[in-house]
């Protein structure tokens, strides 16, 4: 195989993958694995929200929280009783003890997790 067809395949088998993980945060992982994770300004609304809305929401908003475990995440209450209740890191973690999320496959990127580690720390607050 020459080199430019080479690429050519490894870009389109990057391309169905991004396709098939349907999820910003898996693609956010793969895309920047080799940037140093910034956790100095961490927000509720602009580092996490969107991240749980990508990557939660469709199990964890109101409407569908009843069929899933009963956690609601869509909002700021919601998302900060799961988070400092102890089961959200030990579930994005995928830890032993913890149903590991998100169940529908993936893991959240290890700066996502971070973040929300480093926001909890902070004292969840609402900002
Ligand atoms: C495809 C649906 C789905 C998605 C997506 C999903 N969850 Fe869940 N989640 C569930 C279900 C179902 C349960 C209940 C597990 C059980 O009781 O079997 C659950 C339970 C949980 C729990 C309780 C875990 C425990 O061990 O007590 C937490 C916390 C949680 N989810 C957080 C998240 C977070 C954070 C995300 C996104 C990163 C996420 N979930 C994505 C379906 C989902």
Redesign the pocket.
Known sequence: MTRKLFYLSLLISVAVAGCYYDTSEELYSAANQNIVCDTSAVTYSVSIAP??NA??N???DKTHAA???N?T?DDYSHFAA?ATGG??M???RQQP???A????GGR?SDCNIAIIQKWINMGAPNN
């Open positions: 991240v749980i990557s939660c469709s199990c964890h069929a899933n475990g956690v995440l799961v089961r959200l030990g579930s994005i003890g913890y149903f999320m998100p169940n529908n959240l």
